[in-house]
């Protein structure tokens, strides 16, 4: 018995994109495709997709509109912009409103393209497949999470925020370096990370990519004052970070933020098959040689994480 092919729908307002888009996927999945935003959500309420690939720049509803929608409807579908232009702000709401799976740039290449979809598909299906399991609802009053900031400033300004927002149950952690953090996560089981991305010492963005590598579970909010959309392009497709706020952060998207990212950590861990979606691309730049003691707490972390996995496992 043949395995049923995945639905994976792409959405372009472009007539020949949408062309090249069914030709190149076609006998590969069953193929849904539109120029119209609102008719792609439309087929999501009404029947089941897996993958959605959408544009970003199209007429009424532009992508991150799009995909937000697909998100709320249809979680388990996973979810990919497709976009010719790296804007800074449709990257920064594809993540913080789309939570998406990966960003892909036009022209695209063909084989990434494919193996980026048969992914998604392969995680979706998984996930559509299983048996409905409601995440246990989660009280942040009586959580055991703990949270950790990394706030190369040293002025500690970040982490005054994020223990002021949160219930005093969770515990805030601080780390003015890259080497304290990861001695944090090598001794505690963090849920939650928050990244102030230019100060602190060492490779902040390449680290957060390897801890994702590491720690499926582990969600990033990244705090930086810096508008690259290129790095945060990166962030999203080798990092899975869950959030990217600009600094100084606004104080209510700073308070969603974390409280999503601990709701989403505990369901996470209650529906272990939800980390699937939090594969990550390898990195395309080979990391810096790391310094002696640097390197040593890498490995520390590691093996730590490998305990931790055997004791649960």
Same mark, same amino acid.
């Given at each position: 018995m043949s395995t049923p092919l995945p639905t994976v729908l792409f959405v372009d307002d472009e007539e020949r994109i949408v062309r090249?888009?069914? @030709?190149?996927?076609?006998?590969?999945?069953? $193929?849904?495709?539109t120029t119209s935003g609102e008719e792609a959500v439309r087929w999501v309420r009404e029947r089941r997709v897996h993958v959605i690939v959408s544009d970003q720049r199209m007429p009424g509803m532009d992508g991150v509109s799009v995909l937000r929608a697909v998100a709320r409807h249809s979680p388990a579908t996973m979810r990919i912009l497709l976009t010719g232009y790296a804007d800074m702000d449709a990257v920064t709401a594809s993540v913080n409103d789309g939570e998406i799976f990966r960003f892909i740039e036009k022209p695209w290449d063909a084989q990434q393209l494919i193996g980026v979809v048969n992914q998604a598909a392969a995680i979706a @299906?998984?996930?559509?497949?299983a048996p409905a399991r409601a995440a246990a609802p989660v009280d942040l009053e009586k959580s055991?999470?703990? $949270? *950790?900031?990394?706030? &190369?400033?040293g002025d500690g300004s970040i982490a005054l925020q994020v223990r002021d927002l949160l219930p005093r149950a969770i515990t805030v952690h601080e780390a003015t370096s890259l080497e304290a953090a990861l001695d944090i996560l090598a001794d505690e089981d963090i849920a939650v990370m928050i990244a102030e991305l230019t100060s602190a010492g060492g490779d902040v963005a390449a680290s957060l990519k390897?801890?994702?590598?590491?720690?499926?579970? *582990? *969600?990033a909010i990244v705090i930086s004052p810096l508008r690259d959309s290129r790095v945060v392009i990166g962030l999203i497709n080798e990092g899975q970070i869950f959030r990217f706020l600009l600094r100084p952060? $606004?104080?209510?998207?700073l308070r969603r933020g974390l409280i999503a990212a601990l709701e989403r950590h505990a369901e996470m861990r209650s529906v272990v098959e939800l980390q699937h979606r939090h594969l990550v691309e390898a990195p395309r730049e080979a990391h810096a040689s790391l310094s002696g003691r640097l390197a040593q707490v890498w490995q520390r972390l590691r093996n730590s994480t490998r305990g931790r996995v055997?004791?649960? &496992?």
């Open positions: 090249s888009l069914r @030709m190149l996927f076609r006998g590969r999945c069953e $193929v849904l495709a @299906m998984r996930e559509f497949a055991a999470a703990r $949270v *950790l900031v990394l706030d &190369g400033d390897e801890l994702k590598r590491l720690r499926p579970s *582990l *969600l952060p $606004v104080k209510e998207l055997a004791r649960t &496992g």
